[in-house]
């Protein structure tokens, strides 16, 4: 079992940026792809972006494609979500997540295991 724990939300105007950070302890980091993902009141969970186990592959929601920017950095046991020209509609609690060891990733929350506790992002207009 990986544990995860997300920092890095707020409060932020539309058009500002903001980087979450999502630290992971417990089993090897880099044997797992990481997903963020986010969940607005009401709405379903919904997938952000991933990234390989090396970093050197990523994928993103189209929603947030060309604004967002997954990284990680294995050495630290940290996987980031920089977030910039922010939407009131990114408005929601982002969580980090470990998809299954040794794959590419996916964006579908069942094939994630571990999750953290989220983090609150908050884009007013």
């Known amino acids: 079992q990986v544990q995860l724990v997300e920092s890095g939300g707020g409060l932020v105007q539309a058009g500002g940026s903001l980087r979450l950070s999502c630290a992971a302890s417990?089993?090897?980091?880099?044997?797992?792809?990481m997903g963020w993902f986010r969940q607005a009141p009401g709405k379903e969970r919904e997938f952000v972006a991933v990234i390989s186990r090396s970093g050197l592959s990523t994928a993103y929601a189209a929603s947030v494609k060309g604004r967002f920017t997954i990284s990680r950095d294995n050495a630290k046991n940290t996987v980031y979500l920089q977030m910039n020209t922010l939407e009131p509609q990114d408005t929601a609690v982002y969580s980090c997540?470990?998809?299954?060891?040794?794959?590419?990733?996916?964006?579908?929350?069942?094939?994630?295991?571990?999750w953290g506790q989220g983090t609150q992002v908050t884009v007013s207009s």
């Open positions: 417990g089993r090897t980091f880099s044997n797992y792809p």
């Open positions: 997540a470990t998809g299954r060891a040794f794959t590419i990733g996916s964006s579908d929350p069942a094939d994630y295991g571990s």
